[in-house]
């Protein structure tokens, strides 16, 4: 984890340090950058030039003073410059059009660079040492039960649909295997065996996908004694990685189904289970605790249609 | 069924909305007999409690027959007479556990809202927004209430719906702000709002040794209310200074003990902090008007409690603090543990020791509810409580 922490680190650096040499000759000589590029024929071209230079000036400050992941600023740049090039190719011929096409091809180079430095900073940000999966997350609540008991409750795994809302079934295949089937965005479903990693009565449980399966993950969930009278502090560590990876998560997350909060509901609807036996369900809200559909609850009346909805 | 349903800020009607089914083993269904509108309705009648929203079923004081039960329910059957206190609690989680009901764990499946907005989630409550769990509310023909072997108290005996209905939330909410006060010999207690909330934390605080309860108010009525029934010193703020007043009456100690019944929609002598509160209230920078609260810690004694129970939502501006930490002033506070208080008070109206429907001053249909709720907003013809049968 470390060792890639300083991999992307030295990345944006240098990318950081190219922005500001760039910068020089960009303030310094924007008529021969103009000439270079092929658009040397444009009053306007130093103008753009010389604003270009301030901006990568920007670029440097933020990625040389900033966190990695201000590589986003350059990808930002990228974007523009392409734009701008793409808006002077057509009124350009002969020589002037292949400096602007070779500088196009360069600016697109880069971009490539940039988008794999901001995607690889994010990732790092976010990997498990030695998890599957970039993706880690992690939650926790108190439960009023012996730390045995909470722990009996889940390591029934054929239970855990009772509580977590995406988990369609847990089946058990053989002795330290289960086969999950679990609900994915806009309908779709996603399915894996893992095994049983660890077992450690009324402490903890740890399992992790075996190879083959849609989504690779981990997990451990810890069972300690709360101080004093209080029960039992249950903690969950995931690592996993979704279907399309981060552009997967960021597209589950923008339909309201931001992975941490799931984590959040489902520990809540467990602390509920684990209580009282059953998920607290209102007119409101017929799922139980469900942050994703907090937004689009109806009005608390009664409505009979969603009565057998369960969580 | 009929509905008193949440339309809008100042509108509420009756409307047909599907019957509620059970949903859960635990659940059973009430025919409801007889309802109140609370002073703490008027805050979302008003739409000063967030997370309203139209269609609402309002109404969290309600008692009437078991008609339907739920598979998993012991305690009760088809035609038990329950009165149904408005907290929903499990009983099965630590506040349960430890006597503090109005803070159930487990009751409220919005808690992740209501953790955005206050830190920590409360008990969900029946009719009382979706910030406290989005649970139909009782002003209905037909309600469901979960965990029905944990909240529903069963009246046995000949004991009118007017006795017992308040059971569920006034009577042990005045009764719970006057006990946390701790009152011992001697102490002076004052009373902010003067409805029926404050007019049984008065008779409340006698009952707990109270040698003197002062009800500060601004309608005769109500004041004359709280003198003649219960014995209480009247002070009409809109005719006198209530500190200079609370002072002269103490020979300048301060009551021992102040009691805010009145919540977020105060008012005050002081226009221009009215108008102050009132402009902010109204461009929604402030939740509160919290006149009473103000004045509540200003009044108070050095060393004394303040007992807040009035209903407030979200955030309030120039509270005394330095007028509160200076003077080693305890704060208490709560929606009411309703569950903990409903058999002792039962006992208490059983002896005749408390007469609860002396605060009833209309009685109306269901049907007639939102008239109702116009009458007790604006204190109309003398409304101090309004009764729903249906």
Redesign the interface.
Known sequence: MKDRHRAHDRLARALGWASLGLAVPLLTAPNRVARATGADDSPAAPVVIRTTGVRELGHAAALLAGPPRMVWTRVAGDVVDLAVIALALPGRDGLRRRRLAVTMAGVGAVTVLDVYAAVDARRANQFGAGRPGPLKLSASI?V?RDPSEAYAIWRDFERLPSFMRHVRSVTPRGDRLWHWVVSAPIGRTVEWDAELTGDDAGRRISWRSVPGGDVDNSGTVHFAPASG???TEVRVVLHYDVPGGMVGTALATAVGEEPE?QV??DL?RF??VV??G?V???????W????AR?AL????????DR?DERP | MKALCWQAPGKVAVADVPDPALMDGMDVIVRVTTAAICGSDLHLYSGYIPATMPGDVLGHEFMGEVVEVGDEVTRLRPGDRVVVPFPIACGACRACQRDLWSLCENSNPNAALAEKLMGHSPAGIFGYSHLLGGFQGGHAEYVRVPFADVGPLKIEDDLTDEQVLFLGDILPTGYMAAEMCGIRDGDVVAVWGAGPVGQFAIASAYLLGASMVIAVDRFPERLRLAADEWGAHPVNYAETSVLEELRELTAGRGPDHCVDAVGMEAHTDVSLLNAYDKTKHLARLETERPHALRQAILACANGGTVSVVGVYGGLSDKIPTGSLMNRSITVRTGQTHVHRYMRPLLERVRRGEIDPTVVISHRLPLTEAPRGYDLFKHKRDGCTKVVLTT
Do not use: C, I, L, Y
């Open positions: 108190t009023n009278e209080r029960g909060q959040r509901d809540r602390k509920q209580e009282t059953r607290t369900r209102s007119d409101a809200m017929p139980g605790a469900d942050a907090q609850q109806p009005a608390a009346q009664p409505h009979p009565v």
